[in-house]
Nanobody, 123 residues
Framework: QVQLVESGGGLVQPGGSLRLSCAAS????????MGWFRQAPGKEREFVAG????????NYADSVRGRFTISKDIAKNTMYLQMNSLKPEDTAVYYC????????????????WGQGTQVTVSS
């Protein structure tokens, strides 16, 4: 059974940084694409970033490109999202997702989700 557990969320001031982690059990990161999604109050869940099975390819939403960096440590079976220059509009619950796929025009989430971690950007 696949289990994804996010951590690292919290309250941060605008311009600050946070690093989210997603630890997986029951699934080896090297065999699957992995991704981060987020959902703000009253909005649909949206794609944030993805990383390929090998880690050689990454994909970012336009709203976070240049500020966020996705990575993974295969030995630890853990994925990360380094978030810099945070803005109030980044406030959301961030979810880890296993098995997403993407093309230049479409993104399809995988079937397995973590429970989410709250990120709040506010002064």
């Amino acid at each position: 059974q696949v289990q994804l557990v996010e951590s690292g969320g919290g309250l941060v001031q605008p311009g600050g940084s946070l690093r989210l982690s997603c630890a997986a059990s029951g699934r080896t990161f090297s065999n699957y694409n992995m991704g981060w999604f987020r959902q703000a109050p009253g909005k649909e869940r949206e794609f944030v970033a993805g990383i390929s099975r090998s880690g050689s390819n990454t994909n970012y939403a336009d709203s976070v490109r240049g500020r966020f960096t996705i990575s993974k440590d295969i030995a630890k079976n853990t994925m990360y999202l380094q978030m810099n220059s945070l803005k109030p509009e980044d406030t959301a619950v961030y979810y880890c997702n296993s098995g997403p796929s993407w093309t230049p025009t479409t993104i399809v989430p995988g079937n397995h989700w973590g429970q989410g971690t709250q990120v709040t950007v506010s002064s």
